[in-house]
């Protein structure tokens, strides 16, 4: 008997066919998000979960999803799966880790340069019709070129962002990191290593790129923030729960540091209502991987996954044994 997948999220028709040569598919149509009872009630009975971000896999699922055996998520990060759960009831979860490096890294410089260079506010101004005249200050933003680029996690991700920064742009690179990189890969990139604490204080403009944890929740709050400098930037395109919204509003309000711009959010897709005010910042909705190229890439590694799984190979790129 064939075994049955689910794919909780509406996936490109070449992966639904690859799945469907291999398992009995059911396949969630449309972009809704299945709420939790629904999620449940399609796991019944299936050996794997073909998910993305937005599904939560929980220990209490897993226990309501016996047959469960595998779940394969179409993201590089996995904060939405409880890992040590899937280990110990031996559900193999994998990743989408390395397709995606070069896309994100490239919006994350996109996302610095359009927040230091103030263009969200510039385009708003522009469709109100607010463009009177050019003038020796407007819309000045804050240089790039030639500063200091702090990076928080300096994974794959950040050290894209390290040489794009440096060899594009004539960055100094700082960072911070749980561990600290080979000294071949710092001098590769001309990277130094800094407390978390100096990183913020010597940063012009600080990258978030590490992974969401509890330990990362909230890793930048009011403390933190009031380390920057005044004319520093703050740039996410982590997870939402790294910063504390709040007191980010109160930061860019009153000026304590110059400008944000945030790809990823608290509540997504909700988005706190304070940060809507607020002329200094740059709202994205989650787009960092977003090019039809590596989100293909990342489907079909995550459907190379299910059915190495699943029929007993080695997965190309899985989390837990
Ligand atoms: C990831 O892969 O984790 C992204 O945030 C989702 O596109």
């Given at each position: 008997?064939?075994?049955?997948?689910?794919?909780?999220?509406?996936?490109?028709?070449?992966?639904?066919?690859?799945?469907?040569?291999?398992?009995?598919?059911?396949?969630?149509?449309?972009?809704?998000?299945?709420?939790?009872?629904?999620?449940?009630?399609?796991?019944?009975?299936?050996?794997?979960?073909?998910?993305?971000?937005?599904?939560?896999?929980?220990?209490?699922?897993?226990?309501?999803?016996?047959?469960?055996?595998?779940?394969?998520?179409?993201?590089?990060?996995?904060?939405?799966?409880?890992?040590?759960?899937?280990?110990?009831?031996?559900?193999?979860?994998?990743?989408?880790?390395?397709?995606?490096?070069?896309?994100?890294?490239?919006?994350?410089?996109?996302?610095?340069?359009?927040?230091?260079?103030?263009?969200?506010?510039?385009?708003?101004?522009?469709?109100?019709?607010?463009?009177?005249?050019?003038?020796?200050?407007?819309?000045?933003?804050?240089?790039?070129?030639?500063?200091?680029?702090?990076?928080?996690?300096?994974?794959?991700?950040?050290?894209?962002?390290?040489?794009?920064?440096?060899?594009?742009?004539?960055?100094?690179?700082?960072?911070?990191?749980r561990s600290r990189l080979p000294a071949d890969t710092e001098r590769e990139?001309?990277?130094?290593?800094?407390?978390?604490?100096?990183?913020?204080?010597?940063?012009?403009?600080?990258?978030?790129?590490?992974?969401?944890?509890?330990?990362?929740?909230?890793?930048?709050?009011?403390?933190e923030l009031s380390l920057m400098k005044p004319t520093a930037t703050l740039?996410?395109?982590?997870?939402?729960?790294?910063?504390?919204?709040?007191?980010?509003?109160?930061?860019?309000?009153?000026?304590?540091?110059?400008?944000?711009?945030?790809?990823?959010?608290?509540?997504?897709?909700?988005?706190?209502?304070?940060?809507?005010?607020?002329?200094?910042?740059?709202?994205?909705?989650?787009?960092?991987?977003?090019?039809?190229?590596?989100?293909?890439?990342?489907?079909?590694?995550?459907?190379?996954?299910?059915?190495?799984?699943?029929?007993?190979?080695?997965?190309?790129?899985?989390?837990?044994?």
């Amino acid at each position: 008997m064939r075994k049955k997948i689910l794919i909780a999220r509406r996936a490109p028709a070449d992966v639904i066919e690859r799945l469907a040569a291999c398992f009995e598919v059911d396949a969630v149509e449309g972009d809704g998000v299945l709420a939790p009872d629904e999620l449940r009630a399609r796991l019944q009975g299936k050996a794997g979960a073909y998910i993305t971000g937005t599904e939560r896999i929980t220990a209490e699922l897993l226990d309501a999803c016996p047959a469960l055996r595998a779940v394969c998520t179409m993201s590089v990060g996995y904060n939405h799966i409880d890992l040590a759960a899937c280990t110990a009831r031996g559900v193999l979860v994998t990743n989408t880790p390395d397709v995606l490096t070069e896309t994100t890294a490239d919006l994350g410089f996109a996302l610095l340069m359009a927040t230091a260079r103030r263009m969200s506010e510039g385009e708003r101004l522009l469709r109100d019709g607010q463009w009177k005249s050019w003038s020796w200050d407007f819309l000045a933003g804050a240089e790039v070129h030639g500063t200091t680029l702090g990076i928080l996690g300096m994974g794959r991700i950040g050290q894209a962002l390290a040489r794009r920064a440096r060899f594009g742009f004539g960055m100094e690179i700082a960072y911070h990191n749980r561990s600290r990189l080979p000294a071949d890969t710092e001098r590769e990139l001309g990277a130094r290593y800094l407390s978390k604490d100096d990183l913020l204080r010597q940063a012009d403009h600080l990258v978030l790129v590490l992974p969401y944890s509890a330990a990362s929740h909230h890793c930048i709050a009011a403390a933190e923030l009031s380390l920057m400098k005044p004319t520093a930037t703050l740039v996410n395109i982590a997870r939402g729960g790294i910063v504390d919204e709040n007191a980010l509003v109160a930061a860019l309000r009153e000026r304590r540091i110059a400008a944000a711009g945030l790809d990823v959010f608290e509540g997504e897709p909700r988005v706190n209502p304070a940060l809507l005010t607020l002329p200094n910042i740059v709202l994205i909705p989650h787009i960092g991987s977003a090019t039809l190229p590596t989100r293909l890439a990342m489907a079909r590694l995550a459907a190379d996954n299910l059915v190495a799984a699943l029929t007993g190979a080695t997965p190309p790129t899985p989390l837990n044994p």
